[in-house]
């Protein structure tokens, strides 16, 4: 008998940084993706921890409940920061609320979430029902273990897709060559 896994895919991701981050990339200038990518290198911290404008736009491709989305946030979130014990008060209120935010939110087919980290200690957040990336966030709150873990959990070593961190580290690679 033979089992088959089936993936389905929820998200889309893609990932922008300001053009600023070669400067702090550049010691991985002429490595392959593969070097980047590989376990402990290093990279996905210098990338993380680079003091440069992110944005994330997470594209859903198969309509979730945002409470949905929230829940795997918070406990992934939560867990990370817990396990390096660096989830106190002050870290549970913005995952609450970060949590709330989305609660209230309908993530149809086509809608898109924006994460946006002008600074490495401030996060915000928009939800848009298409590609349009909004003038003014809804969400905002500076903390910077839950800005910074968030970000890991998107683009850092253990991200929650390995296919966003290759799609990634393939774009450095072609920024720094």
């Known amino acids: 008998m033979t089992i088959e896994t089936i993936l389905v895919k929820f998200t889309a991701i893609g990932v922008y ?23 402990e290198s ?36 939560r867990d990370r920061l817990a396990y390096d014990d660096k ?3 002050e870290e549970e209120a913005v995952i609450e609320r970060i949590v709330e935010y989305l609660d209230s939110k309908n993530l149809p087919p086509g809608s898109c979430i924006f994460l946006y ?10 939800v848009s029902p298409d590609n349009t990336i909004p003038e003014k966030f809804d969400f905002s709150a500076v903390n910077k273990n839950v800005a ?3 970000l890991h959990w998107y683009m850092g070593e253990n991200a929650m897709s390995e296919t966003t961190s290759d799609a990634l580290a393939e774009g450095v690679v072609a920024l720094l060559a």
């Open 117 to 126: 980290w002008p600074t490495p200690d401030e996060i915000k957040i928009s």
């Open 42 to 77: 290093g990279y996905f911290k210098d990338f993380v921890d680079a003091p440069v404008p992110k944005l994330l736009k997470i594209g859903v491709i198969k309509g979730i409940k945002g409470n949905q989305y929230g829940g795997t946030l918070e406990s992934s979130i």
């Open 17 to 39: 940084a300001s053009e600023d981050i070669k400067v702090h990339l550049k010691a991985w200038g002429g490595k392959a993706a593969s070097d980047l990518t590989a376990e």
């Open 87 to 89: 989830y106190e008060e």
């Open 148 to 150: 910074s873990y968030l």
